[in-house]
């Protein structure tokens, strides 16, 4: 995780500095830092909190020279790196962010990964001596370039040197006081991206930070190292061999989101579901037929294909589990669903035959791109699902179905959810067309349902917003929330309960209704509230009577129902009602109120809504 950018050249290095990091908060959030080389000097600050927190504190310190060159006041080129971060090895305060400094104070660090051997290294490196100054395994880097450069090694051999010794992700940055005009950055398994304009280069975790700068990128590989040295920049392959970076011309926009009408991102989030839904099916589908172009793989492989495995992480496995019940009833092929961080270490049985597909908002979560690499290694076709346009996820699969659900800021997935269940709807209906198993009237039937929900999304929102308002003041109290489902309600049930865990922090359950009574059931006591998914299904009676089972035990019961249903429902003490559509569309439609009553809970609570606690949008750590 942790956002990092850096730069050489001429420009207000700081603000660049300050500017890339904003762009990649999503990344996390606990504490951030920069350093740039003045006179000959490292200047570094830290501070804990967002990014904010840190540019008051720069704009309050004593000014380097060099780092306002724009003011005209110092020397026109200059070097910084700087660092958002999410704690992985010691606790978020300031002695943990970085930069981290070697034990000169000549050297300046910033990573993002995990020092997978960090232990045995931190120890070999204090038994030499190196004084080890916060709780990080990040700052043993800048203690390897130290021995590394002490050693006679150049900026670039140094870092080679680093990550030789440094097992695990890393993407980094440096600068060193005898390199005062250079910036030295090196991935292995952490994303990197390299920029150049006429007058610098520039480094980021993510295109994002650089596109307001440049649009001439090269992306690092594994185990290359480059060198910023204003408008130059050195490549160095995994074996050390200098060669010539490969710059390509990103053509994406620069977009940056406006609030609008609404106090928070996830809110308009929420209300930009009925565009993302519209937006993914748009020119997918043709006189009843699923038109998916960008899934280049050749029809008569699919049909062939044994089995599918779905891999993802957070909401975007609810998403995979939700297109299980689709894509097995559709196309009648099995489907595996994993946590990415599972998938690979329970050794799955994976070959040729077998159709992976990785779902992912971000394209970078670091658990699903090991997934993705287990599989394809083993012979699988991937297919990836994502929002981030040629992510590492995207770049690294046989074919990708981009979610349309533009930029989203807030960390709690939304939009991006409803624009995933989309593709992987149309994903399943072309599955069951390409296998036969499904005809053109049954799949016509299924996109006019589909075509449908933007539209009924979008009525039925300003209901939902004020019942659910309604309900976060009546349940202000409220410490303990089940969400209980069945079918394609079970991955809602879940998704319920996560929107509700990490933005309002209570204690929140999704479970299979018919699995309470083995267990869970114990847990009900007046007091606790219960929502149950109860919209028209194969086995709404079954769900009914769990309804009936949590209410004979106290639970206050929240039922969601469809419109055509309710009459049948059972009593419960709040009812949200939604419009009928076909079961195995309808988490698009039920888990809408569920991430409204999230919102309002947290809001009760007067949380950020848009940063939770402890969270980051792009996870890039095991
Ligand atoms: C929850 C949430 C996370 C992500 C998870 C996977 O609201 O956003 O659970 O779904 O971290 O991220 P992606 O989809 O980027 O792979």
Request: charged share 25%; with cysteine.
């Amino acid at each position: 995780m942790c956002g990092i950018v850096g730069f050489s050249g001429t420009g207000d290095v700081v603000s660049v500095l300050l500017d890339g990091l904003s762009r990649l908060e999503y990344r996390g959030y606990d504490s951030a830092g920069l350093a740039c080389l003045d006179s000959g000097k490292i200047w570094c600050v830290r501070r804990t909190g967002k990014v904010a927190e840190l540019e008051r504190a720069v704009r309050s310190a004593p000014l380097p020279a060099g780092a306002w060159a724009s003011t005209g006041n110092g020397p026109a080129a200059s070097v910084g790196i700087a660092h958002t971060r999410w704690a992985t090895h010691g606790s978020p305060t300031e002695r943990n962010a970085h930069p981290h400094l070697d034990c000169t104070g000549r050297i300046a660090v910033i990573h993002n990964g995990i020092l997978d051997n960090y232990r045995s290294l931190r120890r070999r490196l204090e038994d030499q001596g190196h004084s080890i100054a916060s709780d990080t395994d990040s700052e043993l880097l800048a203690h390897l370039l130290e021995e590394g450069l002490a050693s006679g090694k150049s900026l670039h051999e140094a870092a080679r040197h680093a990550m030789s010794e440094a097992e695990g992700a890393i993407a980094m940055a440096a600068i060193a006081a005898e390199y005062p005009d250079c910036v030295v950055v090196a991935r292995r398994d952490s994303p990197l991206l390299v920029g150049k304009e006429e007058t610098f280069s520039i480094a980021a975790s993510d295109i994002p930070a650089l596109l307001p700068y440049t649009r001439n990128v090269v992306v690092l590989e594994d185990g290359e190292v480059a060198v910023l040295k204003g408008p130059k920049v050195e490549l160095y392959d995994s074996e050390g061999n200098r060669t010539s970076p490969r710059f390509r011309k990103i053509s994406w926009e620069a977009e940056s989101p406006e609030l609008g009408r609404f106090p928070d991102f996830m809110l308009k989030e929420i209300y930009e579901q009925p565009e993302a839904v519209a937006r993914t099916l748009m020119s997918r589908v043709d006189a009843g037929n699923i038109v998916l172009d960008d899934v280049r793989i050749d029809p008569a492989d699919l049909a062939s294909i044994s089995k599918v495995c779905a891999v993802a992480c957070g909401t975007s496995y609810h998403a995979a589990l939700a297109s299980k019940y689709s894509t097995e009833r559709w196309a009648r092929i099995a489907v595996e669903v994993d946590l990415s961080s599972e998938f690979r270490y329970r050794d799955p049985v994976i070959d040729d035959r077998v159709l992976l597909v990785a779902i992912s908002q971000s394209g970078e979560t670091a658990d699903s791109l090991a997934a993705l690499r287990h599989a394809r290694a083993q012979g699988a076709r991937v297919l990836t699902i994502c929002n981030v346009v040629d992510s590492s996820m995207a770049r690294e699969s046989d074919a990708v179905l981009y979610t349309r659900a533009g930029p989203e800021i807030g960390v709690a997935a939304t939009k991006t959810f409803l624009a995933q269940l989309t593709a992987t709807t149309l994903l399943g209906l072309y599955l069951g067309q390409q296998r036969k198993h499904l005809d053109t009237s049954q799949v016509a039937a299924t996109i006019a349902g589909m075509q449908q929900i933007p539209d009924l999304l979008s009525r039925h929102l300003p209901r939902w917003d004020e019942e659910m308002s309604a309900l976060a003041d009546r349940f202000a109290e409220t410490r303990d929330v089940f969400f209980l489902g069945r079918g394609p309600g079970y991955p809602v049930a879940l998704e319920g309960a996560l929107k509700l865990k990490e933005i309002s922090y209570l204690r929140a359950e999704g479970y299979a209704a018919g699995e309470m009574k083995h267990g869970p059931i114990a847990l009900i006591e007046p007091g606790v509230v219960v929502f149950v998914i109860g919209t028209a299904s194969k086995t709404q009676e079954k769900v009914f009577s769990n309804l009936e089972e949590v209410k004979a035990r106290g639970a206050t019961t929240v039922l969601v129902i469809d419109s055509e249903s309710r009459a049948l429902a059972p009593e419960s003490d709040f009812v949200v009602e939604v419009p009928r559509v076909d079961e195995l569309l309808s988490p698009m439609i039920d888990v809408v109120p569920l991430q409204l009553f999230a919102y309002y809970m947290a809001k009760r609570r007067g949380l950020d809504v848009d940063k939770p606690r402890n969270l980051a949008k792009t996870v890039t750590v095991e």
